[in-house]
């Protein structure tokens, strides 16, 4: 299967797992306590996609992504502008997938898809600056070759006219959620991990991620480790609606790694606090059991069938659905309660599902200053 895991042993295999260089300049937070990471749903200037699908990971699904990644761009265009990183050679295929009135592209290099975990982590301060954090993608802890993904991120500042901060940690978007009011959600299994962070310890992790987002609380999940390429990005398992509001996954396929580990995590959820000392209001949404049974979804173990990873955009949420009709009418009818005044788009990106990810892992933000 076309999975990132799949990758990961073909990588390894060519020899492609070593490290591939990093971007040059390190830049210390500046101020610290100053910067603070808002919360996604937070009015936003423009959305980023990386069109970067390519049949060296994909395979035989490399259109499929391609076609996914233009539904995306469409409907999150219907919004607010959106921009599309892709390569020089196909530029005029991003076009036919992803063009309308709000769209931009920019021609790179890129290693594949997912914009979460190597775009610029987009900070603020209480004076509308926009800074911009850098946390050294090396390809979930060099299981995949990343030498251009690992740039995008000084690309993407640069585009935004951000300040540039690199930390010192390694680490991916998709494994921070924060609430724009001082507290995150994380899991252990992604930034706890010497494949990214050896030699550091849980606590020297905390104070780098406290600084660099402006938390002064972060809530550990345990998340699990070496299942999937990322090792457990939170953005599968806890979202903040709003600050003391979490939807948390709950996976009930008693076959599934994520079974026992989703039920820990509702425990802590349940009995946790936020930066201010309230309780969390937890709300739980299941995979589909019984969705489309498809090439992509047939015996994929890769498979992602989870409707926690949304993305939330002015006006709107952009969720998959996977053909799980009351499974997909459910999902949807939390997210409408949760996010009232927003549109819900629910689409198919099956084909992205099948490569172990979603809607927000092929997306970020830059907040509107």
């Given amino acids: 299967m076309p999975s990132r895991r799949t990758f990961l042993q073909l990588s390894l295999a060519a020899g492609l797992g070593a490290s591939l260089g990093l971007p040059l300049g390190l830049a210390r937070a500046e101020e610290p306590g100053r910067w603070f990471m808002p919360d996604e749903g937070e009015p936003q200037q423009r959305a980023f996609i990386a069109f970067g699908a390519q049949d060296a990971i994909w395979e035989d699904f490399t259109a499929d992504v391609q076609a996914a990644l233009g539904r995306i761009a ?15 050679s196909e ?34 301060d209480d004076d509308g600056a926009l800074a911009a954090v850098d946390f050294n993608f090396n390809g979930w802890g060099n299981k995949q070759r990343h030498r251009n993904d690992a740039q995008l991120a000084r690309r993407v500042t640069k ?7 690199r930390s010192d940690l390694v680490g991916e978007g998709g494994a921070i959620e924060v609430d724009g009011h001082g507290t995150g959600i994380m899991t252990e299994s992604s930034w706890v991990n010497a494949n990214r962070n050896k030699g550091w310890s849980k606590a020297e992790i905390e104070a780098e ?72 209001q937890v709300h739980v949404v299941s995979p589909p059991l019984h969705g489309r049974r498809n090439r992509f979804s047939k015996g994929n173990d890769d498979f992602a069938a989870g409707y926690i990873n949304y993305f939330v955009l002015n006006g709107a949420i952009i969720a998959p659905q996977f053909g799980d009709g009351a499974a997909d009418e ?40």
Avoid at 81 to 86: G, I, R
Avoid at 215 to 232: E, H, M, R
């Fill in 330 to 369: 459910k999902a949807r009818g939390l997210l409408v309660t949760l996010y009232p005044g927003r549109d819900i788009v629910q689409l198919d990106i099956d084909a992205i599902a099948a490569g172990g990810g979603g809607i927000h892992c092929v997306t970020h933000q830059c907040p509107a200053v």
């Fill in 74 to 88: 469409q409907s999150i265009a219907r919004y607010q502008p959106v921009t599309v990183f892709c390569r020089a």
């Fill in 159 to 165: 585009l935004a006219a951000a300040r540039y901060q």
């Fill in 209 to 280: 991620l406290k600084q660099r987002l402006g938390l002064s609380k972060i809530i550990w999940l345990p998340g699990i480790a070496g299942q999937d390429i990322t090792d457990g990005h939170v953005d599968f398992y806890a979202r903040f609606v709003r600050p003391g509001v979490v939807i948390a996954n709950l996976d009930n396929d008693p076959d599934s790694y994520d079974y026992a580990v989703t039920r820990k995590h509702l425990e802590i959820l349940k009995r946790a606090t936020d930066a201010e000392g309230r309780k969390l």
């Fill in 91 to 124: 530029r005029e295929l991003a076009e036919q997938h992803c063009a309308s009135h709000r769209t931009s592209f920019v021609e790179c290099e890129l290693d594949d898809i997912w914009m979460r975990d190597i775009g610029a982590n987009f900070v603020v």
